[in-house]
């Protein structure tokens, strides 16, 4: 197999730039080794003296010697994010969202990953069924870290049936060698009812504690079920009672692991709390938030932020009519901390719009899976007053699509209004609905 890296672009004044090296060279070796990947790239690239070897458009290979500080980074980017095809995953889990998607949305948002390397570029979570033996030795060989491992149960058995994989109950065995091998991780549970749940739940928190402290977070969050489940594994949605007794498992566990290891360890995603209509835990059970991304402590943070920024506002009468949609997730919070708004701006009407989920089904509540047309259909007749307020995670990353293609253009065109998408942090909503400077 060819190990050959075509270079896509070079920033300007970088290492690289200077050293000649153009868009459309091809990176052969560094320090005479192959480069198979991002894994290999990233760390040798870290070496403070290097022997670059490029091959030019026309033929000519140059070989470059670099002297650099320890981790400076060369300016490259690469045709391929991973300098390698992206690995697919092999699983057909019971609870694969992906699987509940309509037919007609765009070709990306169909592609299952399973890739270890887009654990440490981008947060995903991957079940280590992909990963060979040789790919488990790089991590451990390169201290790549942290990894984020889809466990969902410990009982081999049940991940087998779990993720339609035969081979998904010995893949638990490289969370053994990874371990042993000193690199941290982070875990998640989907939790799915009458499957991984109750004393099968009770047995994976038990036996995920022997990987303490090197797996330092374990998210539990609830399966997701769309309206499109024909013909997929019968799975129930979650109802209040059901939430009280997960939570009531995850704080017996807190409690016990906090006493013997200082950390809280398993954590309960918002959703949980809200279902069950509990108070979210203080500031200090998320151990420094290391959940976010599964949607552990954001409602959390969000307030924490949002009173910490309020705290500093003389308040004043401005008048100021602002509308804000987002899930029915989220809303109730949201609706609660511009109650507080009005203390100091009483001119202020701001109008929160709980957006249904009529594209994936009435049971998917959160922002961040809510299209255009949902949001167009439901706001259509609504008053929205001077501007609308979006959380930026109903966007794609980095670009003003929602998922099923509208732009926000398209939105505020078919609204006739302003429409502003907002930051997530507490500060980023003040700002917004105050139209204050960034």
């Known amino acids: 197999m060819k190990h050959e ?14 050293m000649g090296i153009e868009p459309g060279d091809v990176l052969l070796r560094i320090n005479n080794n192959i480069i198979e990947d991002v894994f290999d790239y990233h760390y040798y690239v870290n070496d403070e003296e290097l ?15 670099i002297e650099k500080d320890y981790e400076d980074d060369l300016g490259i980017e690469f045709e391929q994010g991973l300098m390698d095809e992206y690995r697919s995953c092999r699983n057909k889990c019971m609870f ?22 887009l654990s440490f570029l981008q947060g995903n979570y991957v079940t280590l069924t992909n990963m060979s033996d040789h790919d488990i030795e790089r991590i451990i060989n390169y201290h790549l870290e942290p990894i984020n491992v889809s466990i969902h149960t410990t009982n081999p058995e049940l991940r087998c049936k779990m993720l339609h994989n035969r081979f998904a ?4 065995k490289k969370i053994d060698v990874l371990y042993e091998g000193g690199i941290m991780m982070n875990g998640q549970i989907v939790l799915c009812k009458g499957e991984n749940d109750g004393e099968e739940l009770e047995r994976s928190i038990r036996d995920m504690t022997k990987w303490l402290p090197n797996l330092q977070s374990v998210s539990v969050v609830p399966v997701g079920l769309t309206k499109y489940r024909e013909g997929l594994y ?3 949605p979650f ?3 059901d939430a009280r007794k997960v939570l009531d498992t995850i704080h017996k566990w807190q409690k016990k692991i906090y006493e013997e290891y200082g950390i809280h360890f398993i954590h309960a995603s918002d959703e949980w709390y809200l279902l069950a209509e509990e108070e979210l835990p203080e500031e200090e059970r998320y151990d420094g938030y290391l959940q976010l991304e ?12 949002f009173s910490k920024a309020y705290d500093e506002l003389e308040g004043d009468d401005r008048k100021r009519h602002v509308s804000l949609a987002t899930g029915r997730l989220a809303a109730p919070t949201i609706a609660k901390l511009m109650e507080r708004m009005k203390e100091k701006y009483t001119n202020l009407k701001v109008d929160i719009y709980p957006i249904r989920n009529d594209f994936f089904g009435e049971l998917i509540t959160v922002a961040g899976l809510i299209t255009g047309q949902d949001l167009k259909n439901q706001l259509a007749d609504k ?51 105050l139209q204050m400077e960034e």
């Open 51 to 65: 022997l670059v070897l490029i091959r030019k458009a026309n033929g000519e290979e140059w070989e470059l010697e």
């Open 96 to 117: 694969c969202f992906i699987d509940q998607m309509p037919k007609g949305m765009r070709e990306t948002l169909y592609f299952k990953d399973d890739d270890s390397r």
């Open 239 to 241: 109802h209040k009672e």
């Open 5 to 18: 890296h075509m270079i896509k672009s070079v920033e300007e004044g970088s290492i690289a730039w200077e």
């Open 294 to 305: 599964n949607g552990v402590g954001m409602l959390r943070l969000l307030e924490n932020e």
């Open 383 to 433: 008053e929205l007053g001077d501007v609308l307020l979006l959380p930026n995670n109903m966007l794609r990353s980095g670009e003003e699509v929602f998922l099923d293609d509208m732009t926000v253009t398209e939105l505020a065109e078919a609204l006739q209004i302003k429409v502003k998408i907002v930051g997530s942090s507490g500060q980023d909503l003040i700002n917004a609905v």
């Open 169 to 172: 109950g010995d893949a638990l």
């Open 234 to 236: 019968p799975l129930e």
